[in-house]
């Protein structure tokens, strides 16, 4: 079809003189092609006509029927892709779907009875057109799941005259789907019966792979119809799956790579996903259970993030860890190559809103798959343009990517440990001293940016959730890391703007279980020990504590309770300890609270640690004051 262009004019439709008459129209009309117009209204009479299409009787043979489908499905597509007329012709739009189900039904009883070989003709070399039922499936899922039939999210008025048009075409459109489908498969012997449930499975069907991705949509939609007609063709698939190879390993990946593409490629309002617990319930007295309860909780695990990722309406905090979520099960799965494109959609994000500390950070997941081997050749990357190299060098280039973000986030300590590394790279494996004494010329830049006392201090604070306001992937304790510069009253009312609904309190213990949301905020400090040599160390300046403090920081605490009543040696306090799960600096500058305990302070230690809270609130309040002028 040429490509369609928005016109100014419009041609009566079935003209009787030439040259065409025209009329003039707004220019807003959208984009239409008279000839298909009329061709579509051809096809929809014949449709609706009783004698059909008689299709069988046009063509002399096999080979010009299966090329006169082919064109006539082309056409089909093109309609319902409004090439024809645009979508806002609601009522024509709609009508055409309908039409195009019945021409559908008329090509599918052909392809049966016409252009399906017996097992007779299949011995004598016949061929089975899978590409040509792929082509005729394909189009019926276009009228399935086109928005134009979506009449549970339209306003009811519209919603009603879809309804007076079209009638149910998707429950129509999927009995034709499963009628299809279930003659295409081979009849079961009673073995097969007992095992799987099913009159017929295999045969032809198991060259339709390529139909899981629009499968598990209908799984997927709210109407009820296609709903069960995709847990049919699902538990078929799979059934054929375990007759094959008896194993489910096979159809698994497919169906994780065709879930990751659906939600990607297509905006997903009303996610079902009742259809996993009734596939499950098929299996229940398979051989292969416990295998195929696996499957499908990986399957169900990986909707619920892909849902939480692309259809959820959270906020930029939430979205962060629900990305960091999903790029792990990639990367626990082994799907490297969707595990990457994740990582690299999700530093160039970070990088557009200006956190390039963390787009870094995403970088190095993708560096931490390769080691410094110069004998192992991995695969280009046409997308990151990272071509054919060994893997030393792809780290190598990660590196390169990963230390050009951190300093462009300031961010000189982890650009540091990006040298280093290179630095012992060049220095013992490939002896390359002429970018060795590059790299070391860069360590040294480093050490200055973070010796120089005009950069900012790092603060952390803990947050606790309460309420039952929060879904359960919030409600976790966890430290944050604050932003360059950012004191408790900016961080907290960032927080505010975060979670608008919910109320700060002064103490979480009596929000827990209670209606609503509630937060609570309190400085925290990277715990030290009293054992930590440099501490004993004079003259070290307040950068480079803060530098000694907070690299790979795990462990934090904040006051519990103080005793300072009394003579000084008689003072004590309790704090609580605070153990996250990763290390400092993070992607989404959290961590969270893996467990917590309460350690008691004598006299001396309750000095210490006042001491050097003191020392570096004085120490932030001198850059801040540095800064302003």
Known sequence: MPKLERKGTLSPLFPRTYPFPVKLTDGETGYFDEALVELAAVLAAFSESEHGLQLDRIAPNNEDLAELIHKLLNVIESILKAEAFPKAWLSTFVYHHKSALHTLDQVGVVLLNELKPNEEELVNGALFLDQLYKLWFNTLFKVLTSDALTIETFAQQKRRAVWNIGGDVRKEGANLLYKIWYDLGWPTVEDERERFGLERMGGFQVQFGDLIPHVLELCMHVHEDLQRTGLEIIKSMICSELQLEESVTGIQDRMIVALEGLFATKKLVDVRDEWLYD??????????????????????????????????NVDE???????????????????????????HQLADVLAAAGNFTEAGLAIKKHAELYDWNDSEIVEAEKELALPTQTMAERKEELYKKMIERFEQGHSWALALV?????????????????????????????????????????????????????????KKDGIHHGKPGEDFGPFSDRLKEMYPDARMVDDISGYEDVEGKYFQIRPAYPLLTLQEDWLKRGKISAQTKDYLMTRNCKQFWTWSEKDTSGPIDEHSSTKFVFFVEDAFPTISRHSEVTHTCEVFLDAIETSIERTLMVTRRIAAREKSWISQK
Do not use: W
Request: proline content about 2%; some cysteine.
């Open 418 to 474: 990006c040298y280093e590394e290179l630095a012992a790279y060049y220095r013992e494996h490939i002896f390359h001293f002429g970018k060795l004494g590059k790299t070391q010329v860069r360590i040294g830049a480093c050490y200055e940016e973070i010796a120089k006392p005009e950069r900012l201090l790092t603060k952390f604070f803990h947050v606790a959730l309460g309420g039952f306001g929060y879904s359960n992937l919030q």
């Open 317 to 343: 905090a939430g979205q962060l860890i629900n990305r960091l979520e999903l790029m792990e099960f990639f990367k626990d799965l082994g799907k490297t190559d969707t595990f990457v494109k994740y990582v």
């Open 279 to 312: 596939l499950n319930r098929e299996f229940q007295v398979d051989p292969k259970k416990e295998e195929v309860e696996q499957m499908l909780g990986k399957i169900q695990d990986l909707v619920e993030l892909l849902q939480a990722v692309y259809v959820d």
